[in-house]
């Protein structure tokens, strides 16, 4: 079935550092792959997201970069400050009603 | 705007009780509504999705249950919780009809077995 590959599951950076968490997806059907922030206790809230017809899509300090042929996606946070600490998931759909989660990456920001 | 509401905040059952878990989505008509469990530091497991009223997906076989009486109204129940029932459950809606867009979540229900 389909299948989210997500690493690393957890990363470690020094504030003001860049974090690159990557997402591998086995449905070549997939068009959509939106990136959710989870604080501690919290709901997931989205933070970007990405549709098939871009290669890369860029909001502030974050970014997503989409590589269809190799069917993987990855999220870039540059110039991380202690706030971005939180876990991230990745996810795909492929237009039926299910989105694939990965299995998240907790990220650390080390003042 | 589009808002989505779930209660109740926390919860502390026994084992063998009863469950109901409410989630009402308000702005938008007919849409996707998931319910979606999560384990102390671990992913998100889809329990059911819909598509529409008295439509129900299941994902995973267990003692849970799920009904859509009303366009915008989602409920999860159980007759007899188990502990392994524990986590943290959430909500979420999704534009109808649309497969690139993306999922909103509710603030969550945490749940506790004793």
């Known amino acids: 079935g389909e299948n989210v590959e997500q690493h690393p599951s957890t990363l470690s950076v020094q504030e003001g550092d860049s974090a690159v968490i990557k997402c591998t997806y086995s449905d070549s059907a997939s068009n959509y792959f939106p990136w959710y922030k989870q604080e501690l206790g919290k709901r997931p809230q989205l933070i970007i997201d990405i549709r098939s017809n871009v290669g890369e899509k860029k909001d502030q300090r974050i970014a997503v970069t989409l590589n269809k042929t190799a069917k993987h996606f990855s999220l870039h946070i540059t110039e991380t400050q202690p706030e971005d600490s939180a876990v991230y998931f990745c996810?795909?759909?492929?237009?039926?009603?299910?989105?694939?989660f990965g299995t998240g990456t907790r990220l650390k920001v080390l003042a | 705007s589009q808002t989505i509401h779930q209660w109740p905040a926390t919860l502390v059952q026994p084992v063998g009780s009863p469950l109901s878990l409410e989630c009402t989505v308000e702005?938008?008509?007919?849409?996707?509504l998931y319910w979606y469990r999560q384990a102390a530091g671990r992913g998100l497991q889809l329990l059911f999705y819909s598509v529409g009223i008295g439509q129900i997906s299941s994902e995973v076989p267990q003692n849970l249950s799920a009904s859509r009486p009303q366009d915008r109204q989602f409920i999860l129940s159980s007759k007899k919780l188990l502990l392994s029932d524990s986590g943290f459950y959430l909500c979420a809606w999704s534009v109808a009809g649309s497969s690139n867009q993306p999922q909103h979540f509710g603030d969550g229900t945490r749940l506790s077995i004793l």
């Open positions: 702005g938008t008509s007919n849409p996707n």
């Open positions: 996810a795909s759909t492929s237009g039926t009603y299910k989105y694939i």
